[in-house]
């Protein structure tokens, strides 16, 4: 077995995985990247669509393009890369001395030990599928996630449809609905379960009202129909009127994103059931020691720059974590009123902290308040929010005084009625 020493381990070629890859390189760190497929980039390679880079490089960029501003980076810092490689199993050291053992595999390399000093998981997410939902009716073909139907169309060049149905409004399938229209298929319905979209506000106009797409909030598609090919799909709002049908020969499914965390497990890293990624703290460190998470195996987000910039934080505080600086006082957080989840669960007393949140309700009026038992040590207004768009704000330092390693802090989301 071959054995390779370095620094840090990335684990995922995407977004992530370049960022802090390139970012750790940076710091001048011994780092080394891994990525299960052939080629850099990960799911941007298939979202052909515009849109990417308005926050991090100043420019609208599609995704391809997105990629290949950080693979050309990786290939400028001659940061080693093993492509078309599988990890299968993490074996953790006890602390920064004692290195981590990274077993994966490969065609050109077979089988490789990776003992670094820490690793950063980034392996993203994928898609929950029909078992996951459990769509009652039978199981004839015609029935697709939507970023399948993504790299169908986009690299492999096959179009999976010609009169489609789309399940859930979830960004991917709005996308694909205007994908699915530009290639000369029909697509008759996009139905979503929640009484509000899924998706980007901006994926709503451009993708389904531009194409005079029907968007049926509130409803769900209650039975897939057809015996070797989807013939129709029956739909039932939930207000309790009668359902009805739609003829068609394609079901395309948009409904949510999981972190991809299998790899994370075999490592003994403590998930959140919140977020279904790895519990992490003030500077991303995972609940195992020198084992770091960021993107969206962390938490599905809705944006890529996003999850540059936090991968850029997580770097940063892996090159602190080698170079033994100690992460100071921290203090758990949680996610109160009106939001899903808050990521990450700890906040440093000492140091700079983000926080990540999801909204659980649609507002125009509202305003995010930090707890630390019965007394709001900060506050901050908010203009529209809702569970599609992530929530991102800084916690001023000048605050943390006013906390103790003893206080139970929440965050809350409150609607209010500030102009």
Same mark, same amino acid.
């Given at each position: 077995?071959?054995?390779?020493?370095?620094?840090?381990?990335?684990?995922?070629?995407?977004?992530?995985?370049?960022?802090?890859?390139? +970012?750790?390189?940076?710091?001048?760190?011994d780092?080394?990247l891994v +990525?299960?497929?052939h080629?850099?980039?990960?799911?941007?390679?298939?979202?052909?669509?515009?849109?990417?880079?308005?926050?991090?490089?100043?420019?609208?960029?599609?995704?391809p393009?997105?990629?290949?501003?950080?693979?050309?980076?990786v290939?400028?810092?001659?940061i080693?890369?093993?492509?078309g490689?599988?990890?299968?199993?993490?074996? =953790?050291?006890?602390?920064?001395?004692?290195?981590?053992k990274?077993?994966?595999?490969?065609?050109?390399?077979?089988?490789?030990c990776?003992e670094? @000093?820490?690793?950063?998981?980034?392996?993203?997410?994928?898609?929950r599928?029909?078992?996951?939902?459990?769509?009652p009716?039978? @199981?004839?073909?015609?029935? $697709?996630?939507?970023?399948?139907?993504?790299?169908?169309?986009?690299?492999?060049?096959?179009?999976?449809? *010609?009169?489609?149905?789309?399940? /859930?409004?979830?960004d991917i399938?709005?996308?694909?609905?205007?994908?699915?229209s530009?290639?000369g298929?029909?697509?008759?319905?996009?139905?979503?379960?929640?009484?509000? =979209?899924?998706?980007?506000? @901006?994926?709503?106009?451009?993708c389904?009202?531009?194409?005079?797409?029907p968007?049926?909030?509130?409803?769900?598609?209650? +039975?897939?129909?057809?015996?070797?090919? !989807?013939?129709? !799909?029956?739909?039932?709002?939930r &207000? #309790?009127?009668?359902?009805f049908v739609? &003829?068609c020969d394609?079901?395309?499914?948009?409904v949510?994103?999981? =972190?991809?965390?299998?790899i994370?497990?075999? #490592? /003994?890293?403590?998930?959140?059931p919140?977020?279904?990624g790895? %519990?992490?703290?003030?500077?991303?460190?995972?609940?195992?020691?020198?084992?770091?998470?960021?993107?969206?195996?962390?938490h599905?987000?809705?944006?890529?720059? $996003?999850v540059?910039?936090?991968s850029?934080?997580?770097?940063?505080s892996v090159?602190?974590?080698?170079? *033994?600086?100690?992460?100071?006082?921290?203090? &758990?957080?949680?996610?109160?009123?009106?939001?899903?989840y808050?990521?990450?669960r700890?906040m440093? %007393?000492?140091?700079?902290?983000h926080? $990540?949140?999801?909204?659980?309700?649609?507002?125009?009026?509202?305003?995010?308040?930090l707890?630390?038992?019965?007394?709001?040590?900060?506050? *901050?207004?908010?203009?529209?929010?809702? =569970?599609?768009?992530?929530i991102?704000?800084?916690?001023?330092?000048?605050?943390?005084k006013?906390?103790?390693?003893?206080?139970?802090?929440?965050?809350?989301?409150?609607e209010?009625?500030?102009?």
């Amino acid at each position: 077995m071959k054995i390779e020493n370095r620094d840090v381990l990335v684990i995922g070629g995407g977004a992530a995985g370049m960022a802090a890859a390139t +970012e750790l390189k940076e710091l001048g760190r011994d780092v080394v990247l891994v +990525e299960r497929d052939h080629v850099l980039g990960g799911i941007l390679n298939q979202c052909i669509h515009n849109g990417f880079g308005l926050h991090h490089f100043k420019e609208e960029l599609t995704g391809p393009e997105y990629a290949e501003r950080f693979s050309e980076l990786v290939n400028e810092q001659q940061i080693p890369v093993h492509l078309g490689m599988t990890i299968t199993e993490i074996t =953790p050291g006890k602390d920064v001395e004692d290195r981590h053992k990274v077993y994966g595999f490969s065609a050109e390399h077979g089988m490789v030990c990776f003992e670094v @000093r820490a690793v950063v998981l980034a392996m993203g997410c994928r898609e929950r599928n029909r078992g996951n939902i459990g769509t009652p009716g039978t @199981r004839p073909s015609g029935v $697709y996630t939507a970023g399948l139907a993504q790299r169908l169309v986009n690299i492999e060049g096959y179009i999976p449809g *010609k009169e489609v149905v789309i399940v /859930g409004s979830g960004d991917i399938g709005l996308i694909m609905a205007r994908r699915m229209s530009w290639v000369g298929a029909k697509v008759k319905a996009v139905v979503e379960i929640q009484p509000y =979209p899924a998706g980007l506000t @901006r994926n709503i106009v451009q993708c389904l009202n531009d194409f005079g797409i029907p968007l049926y909030l509130n409803h769900v598609v209650s +039975e897939i129909r057809g015996k070797d090919r !989807v013939e129709a !799909v029956e739909i039932t709002p939930r &207000d #309790g009127t009668e359902p009805f049908v739609i &003829d068609c020969d394609t079901v395309l499914l948009s409904v949510g994103l999981v =972190p991809d965390t299998e790899i994370a497990k075999t #490592g /003994g890293v403590l998930l959140t059931p919140e977020t279904g990624g790895p %519990l992490v703290d003030s500077r991303h460190e995972s609940s195992v020691p020198g084992i770091f998470a960021c993107g969206n195996v962390l938490h599905v987000h809705d944006l890529v720059d $996003y999850v540059t910039e936090e991968s850029l934080r997580c770097a940063a505080s892996v090159d602190a974590y080698i170079g *033994k600086e100690s992460v100071g006082k921290q203090v &758990d957080i949680q996610a109160g009123a009106n939001l899903k989840y808050v990521v990450p669960r700890r906040m440093s %007393l000492q140091g700079k902290n983000h926080l $990540y949140m999801r909204s659980l309700i649609v507002s125009n009026r509202s305003e995010i308040q930090l707890t630390a038992g019965n007394r709001v040590i900060f506050s *901050k207004r908010l203009r529209h929010i809702q =569970p599609s768009e992530m929530i991102g704000i800084d916690v001023p330092d000048e605050i943390l005084k006013d906390i103790d390693e003893g206080d139970h802090l929440e965050v809350h989301l409150k609607e209010t009625n500030h102009e």
